[in-house]
């Protein structure tokens, strides 16, 4: 069974960091490009960060630019992101997605073809 589960959400407060985690089972994600995108209330899904199939080439919204890293761990089977110097607008849930592209993209959700069902991150003192 393909899957992807998000971890490592929570509530941090203004200028902390957290490290959310992406992990497959079924399918190993050295074969796919993966994506970040998060869902604030209200608004539509945007792109976060995203890295390359083989290439590990990796992109990231300009908000987020300096703040944000996202890795592989091809061991674990694992994408992290790791998220400093958190701002409240930060808040939303957080979806990895997978794409069979070896490029990734942050503009659009659809090249990934499977999702987790998300983690929230709230930034709040």
């Known amino acids: 069974q393909v899957q992807l589960v998000e971890s490592g959400g929570g509530l941090v407060q203004p200028g902390g960091s957290v490290t959310l985690s992406c992990a497959a089972s079924?399918?190993?994600?050295?074969?796919?490009?993966i994506g970040w995108f998060r869902q604030a209330p209200g608004k539509e899904r945007e792109g976060v960060s995203c890295?390359?199939?083989?290439?590990?080439?990796?992109h990231y919204a300009d908000s987020v630019k300096g703040r944000f890293t996202i890795s592989r761990d091809n061991a674990r089977n694992t994408v992290y992101l790791q998220m400093n110097s958190l701002k409240p607008e930060d808040t939303a849930v957080y979806f990895c997605?997978?794409?069979?592209?070896?490029?990734?993209?942050?503009?659009?959700?659809?090249?990934?073809?499977?999702w987790g069902q998300g983690t929230q991150v709230t930034v709040s003192s």
């Open positions: 890295i390359g199939r083989n290439d590990h080439s990796t």
């Open positions: 079924g399918f190993s994600l050295d074969d796919y490009a």
């Open positions: 997605g997978a794409s069979v592209y070896r490029a990734c993209t942050i503009a659009t959700t659809l090249p990934y073809s499977y």
